[in-house]
């Protein structure tokens, strides 16, 4: 294409405008780093603790949860270093960015109302509304992506969290599991072969 010193014409400006819309709202954006992040470490704690728990009879079964808190700050590293590297916002990140601070914001509340309303035996009462947490930021997500697998993973954590009410305490910790695996860990991997794909 021949470049010239002429000014661009409305309609070429008009043009111009949405061919860089458009090519901003087809990129995407998910690695899937943060999904795979996350998945691989619940997935792990929730394991460990069915293990302490099941096996060992350990009283502080509970204390391989302190990991989330080493986690929490590595996230919050990697988004305001993704933050400052993009170029462009998108409304799409903005709004997915929103969608999680909700959860995260419910997270904490709803654990400690339970644990406000309910005293000492909350946790045997915990894992099965933590997996109907789950559900919330994936579908969300899933539908603002246009992306299929974390819908369906959020609606594996739903089904899940209701089977859980059926289970023993030390078993609820391995729906956890499950969901991490078809709710994060699978999505999370197809997410990071479709960005690397374009």
Not at 168 to 181: G, H, K, N, R, T
Request: glycine share 8%.
């Amino acid at each position: 294409m021949e470049r010239t010193d002429e000014p661009l014409s409305p309609e070429e400006s008009l043009r111009l405008i949405e061919s860089m819309i458009n090519k901003v709202k087809g990129r995407f954006n998910e690695d899937g780093h943060l999904f795979l992040f996350w998945g691989w470490l619940i997935f792990f704690c929730s394991v460990a603790e069915f293990i302490l728990f099941h096996f060992y009879h350990y009283e502080k079964h509970y204390l391989v949860w302190s990991l989330s808190w080493v986690a929490l700050a590595y996230q919050v590293y990697y988004i305001v270093k993704k933050h400052r590297r993009q170029k462009v916002k998108t409304y799409t990140g903005h709004i997915i960015g929103y969608v999680w601070l909700t959860y995260v914001i419910l997270s904490f509340l709803i654990g400690f109302l339970i644990g406000r309303l309910i005293g000492d035996t909350y946790f045997l009462h915990i894992f099965p509304i933590i997996l109907s947490l789950y559900g919330m930021p994936l579908f969300l997500t899933g539908i603002i992506l246009r992306f299929g697998p974390l819908i369906f993973g959020a609606v594996c954590c739903w089904v899940l969290s209701v089977v859980a009410t059926f289970l023993p305490y030390d078993y609820q910790m391995l729906m956890l599991s499950v969901a991490m695996i078809t709710g994060w860990l699978i999505p999370g991997y197809l997410l990071r072969a479709k960005y690397q794909r374009q």
